[in-house]
């Protein structure tokens, strides 16, 4: 079922809000942007994936998210680890594969978890099977709602992964227990290579919600304002009993599916016609037509953004590498693992002195 | 204490656990208004409601992911498979997911898999697999296969109390087969401590699971033409107890391991190798291996039992280690 548009949650926002969503879009950028360097300087072990062209999509849609709400981010969702308050260190340290890394050199990338024991963003790592973790935060959901929780369970899923037959049942799981999870389902046009008229005979990536009878809908993915509003209402939805939601979001990956792609089968004139439609550069125009922001209001919080993230990276690249003789620790619960996830506020929260949202436990029934 | 069947003893320990922990919830195909295939969570609906007693669509993927998110949200999800056959559905869940979170993260994932496996009843291809050999080879993942109702029970309670994802092969021909007395109170049989369930000096029997039975049988009747047999059952494949087999082959100086699984690839090619890597010394005879054939479950009674491993080719490879 197509879902109503009536509602236009970012008409709530404040100016701080508004500044705050550029921020943690550029500093996404800024934070890939430095991890481009360092992967060119042979300083990231494996793969470096980046999300150019789609960080507006992943930081508006978790900036519909309470502060204490759950997240499943996928390998190009660094945007919404950065609103949850993923400190961007944890991020470095884990594409240098350091020892002090939230795997403590295990697993790479956004392959991380942080699940705070009260209170706080809760932050469910991914794994490479994609599908799989629409099933596994469906059962966040109906975790926490056994507990009593009004917590929002959202996750993320592209062209590509909507094909797996995980997708499937974990949607259907909880289609029919009204679970409350929030699926982003991104149409970036690619899988590794293969486009998305090779992945699905749909005309949009939403109409695969139709299999499940939940709600709906498909937004501008390079449209900050827009994919908030879908994503807020699909929270809301959530939050309030209603059940899962499916948002579909039209973007682009402007990039390889890593960097060592050469990108060979990817058009020339599609990739042209995104670049004209970049997210950050429209929300940026917009902020400074609708006299939100002016260009130096902007160009300072660029400044601080970069800086974070040079700041941040250089804090990485001194941490030391896993000692060899961790290899075995760990394997099964019970020896001792120390987290080591950091959270932290946006400049803009911190000067607020309180998170953006009510807390999932104060909010809903 | 009364006598109970091994089907009943499961049934109680997990009863009794979902009693004593609220956040013990039960999810699998079936298992709620009807009380699951084999009836293990009979009447547990009425007693205990439908938020912790959850028919799912039949999605074993599904479903074994929702268990493991709702372990992150600290509950301890049991999740039932109808036949052990359809956890190959939710493989990469459980050898992908659930078994590699506490390496990367250090985050616990409590949940239990249970599988009703094995074969002897013409199950056919379908219904009748032992598949403990896909998961023993998995770091993460404990794997156990009781062969009492006394081990059924305390077992499970320690697979549910344990912080890891443990793979619970309960054998559907041993359901109402066997009956012993068991406790009716809180007991635990700890994971990875396997059992002499019978003591001998001229070969050691090392088996889990439905051939403790037919290897216990073999034992008495070779007691009666004076070899006496000692039979470890291993409990436990993972974390498995190298202690209690090895202890037992250095002072018999023989082995004859044991599985109703497929022969090649099996678990017995690890506690054979495990034998001759540390009591090499102690070995008066070959490690012989008593398994299923190489090929799949077959469906007529005809076929099948010359498929399995019966009391008669376990007495005979026992006779042939003996005399060796």
Redesign the interface.
Same mark, same amino acid.
């Given at each position: 079922m197509p879902t109503s548009t009536a509602t236009r949650p970012s008409d709530d926002l404040t100016r701080d809000d508004r500044l705050e969503l550029y921020y943690f879009a550029r500093l996404t950028r800024d934070i890939e942007e430095r991890l481009a360097v360092l992967y060119r300087q042979n300083k990231v072990v494996g793969g470096l994936y980046r999300s150019l062209g789609q960080e507006g999509e992943s930081v508006a849609s978790a900036y519909a998210l309470a502060e204490d709400d759950a997240v499943a981010a996928l390998i190009r969702n660094l945007g919404s680890l950065i609103v949850q308050g993923i400190r961007p260190r944890a991020v470095f340290t884990q594409y240098m594969a350091k020892g002090t890394s939230?795997?403590r050199g295990?697993?790479l990338n956004l392959?991380?978890?942080h699940?705070p024991d009260a209170g706080g963003p809760?932050v469910?790592?991914p794994?490479?099977?994609l599908g799989?973790?629409?099933?596994?935060?469906? !059962?966040?959901?109906?975790?926490?709602r056994?507990?009593g929780r009004a917590?929002v369970?959202m996750t993320y899923i592209g062209d590509g992964g909507t094909s797996t037959?995980?997708f499937?049942?974990?949607m259907? @799981?909880a289609a029919?227990?009204k679970l409350p999870l929030v699926v982003i389902a991104e149409d970036n046009k690619y899988a590794y290579s293969t486009p998305v008229s090779q992945q699905m005979a749909l005309a949009r990536i939403d109409q695969r919600a139709e299999a499940y009878g939940i709600p709906h809908e498909m937004v501008d993915g390079n449209d900050m304002l827009a994919v908030y509003d879908a994503s807020r209402r699909a929270v809301e939805r959530a939050r309030h009993g209603d059940g899962p939601s499916l948002v579909g979001v039209d973007t682009m990956r402007m990039r390889g599916h890593a960097e060592h792609d050469d990108m060979r089968y990817m058009s020339k004139p599609l990739l042209d016609a995104w670049k004209a439609r970049d997210p950050i550069a429209r929300y940026h125009a917009h902020l400074v037509e609708t006299e939100i922001a002016t260009e130096t209001d902007l160009a300072e919080i660029d400044a601080m953004s970069r800086a974070y993230a040079e700041a941040e990276a250089d804090l990485a690249e001194a941490e030391p590498p896993p000692e060899p003789d961790t290899v075995a620790a !760990?394997?099964?619960?019970?020896d001792h @693992?120390?987290?080591t996830v950091e959270i932290v506020y946006s400049p803009f929260r911190e000067k607020r002195g309180t998170p953006r949202h009510a807390p999932a436990s104060e909010a809903g029934s | 204490m009364a006598v109970i069947t091994y089907l009943d003893a499961i049934s109680q320990g997990l009863r009794d656990e979902m009693r004593r922990d609220e956040n013990v919830i039960v999810l699998g195909e079936d298992i709620a208004v009807f009380g699951g295939a084999f009836k293990v969570t009979r009447g547990f609906l009425e007693e205990f409601g439908a938020d912790r007693v959850i028919d799912t669509p039949i999605s074993e993927s599904g479903f074994t992911g929702a268990a493991c998110g709702a372990a992150v949200e600290g509950l301890r999800p049991v999740v039932e498979f109808q036949f052990a056959d359809f956890i190959a559905c939710a493989f990469d869940q459980i050898v992908n997911y659930a078994a590699k979170n506490y390496y990367r993260w250090g985050i616990p994932m409590p949940v239990v898999f249970r599988g009703p496996s094995g074969g002897g009843f013409r199950g056919g291809p379908y219904h009748s697999q032992n598949p403990e050999a896909w998961f023993t080879h998995v770091p993460g993942l404990k794997v156990v296969q009781p062969a009492t109702p006394y081990d059924a029970k305390g077992l499970l309670v320690a697979a549910i109390r344990d912080n890891n994802p443990v793979i619970y092969l309960e054998h559907k021909h041993l359901y109402r087969r066997i009956k012993e007395e068991v406790p009716e109170d809180d007991y635990v049989v700890p994971i990875g401590v396997a059992e002499v369930k019978r003591e001998g000096s001229d070969l050691t029997i090392v088996t889990y699971g439905a051939m403790v039975h037919e290897s216990l049988a073999v034992a008495e009747r070779l007691s009666r033409e004076g070899a006496e047999c000692e039979v470890v059952d291993l409990r436990s494949l993972s974390p498995l107890d190298r202690d209690a087999f090895l202890t037992s082959v250095r002072k018999t100086g023989r082995a004859l391991v044991v599985h109703e699984a497929h022969l090649t690839g099996g678990f017995g090619g690890e506690v054979a190798a495990i034998i001759a890597e540390q009591a090499f010394d102690a070995l008066d005879a070959p490690v012989t291996r008593v398994a299923a054939l190489d090929v799949p479950s077959p469906f007529a009674a005809q076929l099948e039992d010359a498929m399995l491993p019966t009391e008669e080719k376990i007495y005979t490879a026992a006779r042939d280690v003996l005399e060796y």
């Open positions: 939230p795997t295990r697993d392959h991380f978890s699940i809760i469910v790592g794994i490479s099977m799989d973790l629409v099933p596994v935060m469906a !059962g966040v959901g109906l975790g926490a056994m507990r917590l369970a037959g995980a499937h049942e974990g259907n @799981f029919v227990q !760990g394997v099964f619960a019970g @693992f120390q987290p | -």
